[in-house]
């Protein structure tokens, strides 16, 4: 997929984030969409788990709670893709239809270090329970 194509499908989604993943590209940020897909409920699974994380950690994010929900509800295989900001501080995650031509959800997470300096001050962030992160979270059991 070139980057025309990538950038095109963010009018799909049409939030803030997918706005910022489309203008990293332009502004000599990185995109790719890989071959392959995955079922949708083991990608929430996984973002729940990345969720209740990054509010732990105080990690910056964009969209991932809207991300978890989407994944939740949708039924069919997601591929993925990926843009990464030309600064790196920013790698946005996009979950697209199996054929690659909807954006489904777009989230971002900033990378500590890259493109700002860690402000040592900030106070990290108690754990949440998962019932107040998403609805499509459910209490991890081992």
């Known amino acids: 997929m070139n980057p025309t194509q990538l950038a095109a499908l963010f009018m799909s989604e049409g939030s803030e984030t997918a706005a ?3 203008a990293a590209l332009p502004a000599g ?3 790719i969409v890989w071959d392959g897909t995955a ?3 083991q990608l929430a699974r996984i973002y729940c788990r990345r969720l209740r994380l990054t509010r732990r950690t105080g990690q910056e994010t964009a969209a991932l709670e809207h991300t978890v929900d989407r994944l939740a509800a949708h039924h069919l ?3 993925l893709g ?3 900001s030309a600064d ?3 790698t946005y995650l996009l979950f697209l239809s199996q ?3 909807t954006l489904l959800a777009c989230t971002g997470v900033r990378r500590r270090g890259v493109g700002t300096r860690p402000n040592p001050r900030r106070a990290v962030q108690p754990p949440v ?3 107040w992160i998403s609805s499509a979270c459910s209490p991890v059991t081992r």
Request: charged share 25%; with cysteine.
């Open 20 to 22: 910022k993943a489309r």
């Open 29 to 31: 940020g990185t995109g």
């Open 39 to 41: 079922a949708p409920e």
């Open 77 to 79: 295989p997601v591929r």
């Open 82 to 84: 990926q843009v990464t």
């Open 88 to 90: 790196g501080a920013w």
């Open 99 to 101: 054929d690659a031509r």
């Open 129 to 131: 329970p998962s019932c």
